[in-house]
């Protein structure tokens, strides 16, 4: 009888027990799944931080950015402003100086190249001398923006940043023209410096001459010299011109330095303001006093701000880089008439 009982109550327990177990099984297996959940879910945190903190910021395009030269403030303002755009829109620039050599021009467009430039900007020296390095770039898909002046032959140039420099001289046209109605009854000498290796300067002579020729028809251009954009070349050849036309009532300048030494030859030999005019372009601390200040042989200023073209160019180019935009053929900055007048609102360029 007892081991009856207690053979019953083995089995009861024995059944509890087994129930038992496979609960704690049961648990058992769910915490080890809920580990197991656990840690792939910590792992794949940990692996995507992983991912996050080893993923690097895709690198700036690198552009090769070329200058005419770098003695004036106006392609000063250009470096300073081509420089702090690239920071804006996302690019690095490489900046190199051709000091207006073109040869060393050539060579610096084939550094970049070589060194990788995703695109270039650059202000051809000469119309022609870069034109084959300038192919070679389109050949390996660099794209290419000229500023200011430009290749002769566009056909790799991907687009041309320019100012009006047809209007400059028709600006300064208008002016010698007025000048030379109130101060000699509309019939004058006129007098051009030029340098006619330049595209630009071609441009702006030609414009002078059409305007003043429709604007002043009773006055003369009595000759036209190239100063080859240098001050001590136009000082010279003015007092040789003076000489020969001691009446010369307006002198063009094409550029700043053959207009300041147009003026220059002018103080030289006493000239009086109020007889002679010098119609330029103007840029920079020295042409405000030449402008405002006696003796005033400046009269006005035809300017192109160098600013909006190196905004413009890298801003441009920056979006044809990254974001796949077309590049237009041209885009055109537009020239400023300064004079006595009006200067002021302009200080900024002339600091």
């Not at 009888?1 to 648990?27: A, D, H, P, T, V």
């Amino acid at each position: 009888m007892f081991r009856e009982k207690r053979r019953e109550f083995y089995k009861k327990n024995l059944k509890r027990i087994k129930k038992e177990i496979k609960m704690k099984r049961k648990q058992i297996l769910i915490l080890v799944v809920i580990a197991v959940f656990s840690l792939i879910a910590a792992f794949g945190i940990f692996s995507s931080k992983t991912a996050v903190a080893e993923k690097k910021p895709a690198e700036k395009p690198l552009v090769g950015f070329g200058m005419y030269f770098y003695q004036d403030q106006w392609w000063k303002d250009m470096k300073t402003a081509a420089l702090e755009t690239a920071d804006k829109v996302g690019v690095r620039l490489n900046v190199a100086d051709a000091d207006g050599n073109a040869p060393k021009q050539v060579g610096q467009l084939e550094n970049f190249i070589g060194m990788g430039v995703a695109g270039i900007i650059y202000a051809p020296v000469e119309p022609t001398a870069s034109a084959s390095v300038v192919a070679e770039a389109k050949k390996k898909g660099i794209p290419v923006i000229n500023i200011e002046s430009a290749l002769d032959d566009r056909t790799n140039i991907d687009c041309w940043v320019q100012l009006d420099q047809y209007s400059f001289g028709t600006l300064l046209a208008g002016e010698a023209a007025k000048f030379i109605e109130k101060n000699y009854g509309g019939k004058g000498k006129a007098f051009l410096l030029v340098d006619y290796s330049n595209s630009v300067l071609r441009d702006r002579v030609q414009g002078f001459k059409d305007a003043f020729a429709e604007l002043s028809p009773n006055s003369v251009i009595v000759d036209e010299q190239d100063a080859g954009c240098e001050r001590a070349a136009a000082l010279d050849i003015t007092l040789q011109e003076l000489t020969a036309h001691p009446d010369i009532a307006v002198i063009f300048g094409g550029n700043t330095e053959m207009g300041m030494g147009a003026a220059n030859a002018l103080a030289t030999i006493g000239a009086d303001p109020a007889k002679v005019a010098v119609y330029t372009e103007g840029w920079g601390a020295e042409y405000y006093d030449a402008l405002v200040n006696e003796p005033a042989y400046m009269k006005a200023y035809a300017t192109g701000p160098s600013v909006p073209i190196a905004e413009i160019s890298v801003t441009i180019m920056a979006d044809h880089l990254i974001n796949g935009t077309p590049l237009n053929k041209i885009e055109t900055v537009e020239m400023v008439l300064i004079t006595k007048d009006n200067i002021d609102q302009y200080k900024g360029w002339f600091q």
